[in-house]
């Protein structure tokens, strides 16, 4: 089936630089989005790739290869409000498939 | 706009029990999805309607579980009869077009005893 898949738990501290990937299944691939969700809220989107590169916004940044079926998130300038899970969700034509969620969690 | 908009927010029900969910999506949005969340399963695209029509409901979990969307500003998620493992948070989202940002409501957390 069609299954992403995530780093379970990431740590660093504030002011730091997170990567957190995602790798996908390639058939029917349509595009790749990053939602946030804090701990009792809902999922908020953060961004969108469709095409290989870089899409930048503000302290975060998602980047898509299609060719190695991957992509990433970046946090760039790291705070205390960032600890958050990710989620990368793909699209395949007309089903969207969520990633598991890698739990981000920023020390002082 | 008021975003998307669930309700109720909390749900506590006894097994056996029908359970029903309500959303009602962003103005103009013509795609709605429904999902739910659990520790142990992630969040689960249950079923998702374009222009109010169902596309794809494979990830409904059987036959107790239905939804409706009867017009652009509503839709229903039922559970009947409801079990305890179906405790969980169900979202409801809507977005402007397929590939487009989703917009999440509040959330349901519903708990089946």
């Given amino acids: 089936?069609?299954?992403?898949?995530?780093?379970?738990?990431?740590?660093?501290?504030?002011?730091?630089?997170?990567?957190?990937?995602?790798?996908?299944?390639?058939?029917?691939f349509y595009g790749l989005s990053w939602y946030q969700q804090h701990d009792g809220g809902a999922p908020t989107f953060?961004?969108?790739?469709?095409?290989?590169?870089?899409?930048?916004?503000?302290?975060?940044?998602?980047?898509?290869?299609?060719?190695?079926?991957?992509?990433?998130?970046?946090?760039?300038?790291?705070?205390?409000?960032?600890?958050?899970?990710?989620?990368?969700?793909?699209?395949?034509?007309?089903?969207?498939?969520?990633?598991?969620?890698?739990?981000?969690?920023?020390?002082p | 706009d008021a975003g998307v908009i669930q309700s109720p927010r909390h749900e506590v029900t006894e097994m056996g029990q029908e359970v029903t969910l309500r959303c009602k999506p962003i103005s103009g949005h013509n795609s709605l999805f429904w999902y739910r969340q659990t520790m142990m399963r992630g969040l689960e695209l249950l079923i998702y309607f374009n222009n109010n029509v169902p596309i794809d409901d494979s990830g409904m979990p059987e036959d107790r579980f239905s939804a409706k969307m009867p017009n652009a500003s509503f839709s229903t998620l039922k559970i009947q009869p409801s079990e305890p493992r179906d405790s969980a948070v169900y979202f409801c989202a809507s977005t402007a077009g397929t590939g487009d940002e989703q917009f999440f409501g509040p959330g349901t957390r519903l708990t089946v005893l």
């Fill in chain 1, 1 to 28: 089936g069609q299954s992403l898949e995530q780093p379970s738990e990431v740590t660093a501290v504030e002011g730091a630089i997170v990567q957190i990937n995602c790798t996908y299944q390639t058939s029917g």
């Fill in chain 1, 46 to 107: 953060l961004s969108y790739n469709a095409l290989d590169g870089l899409e930048e916004t503000g302290r975060f940044s998602s980047f898509l290869s299609r060719s190695d079926s991957y992509g990433y998130l970046l946090l760039q300038e790291l705070q205390m409000k960032d600890s958050a899970s990710y989620f990368c969700a793909a699209i395949y034509g007309q089903n969207f498939v969520f990633g598991p969620g890698t739990r981000l969690s920023v020390l």
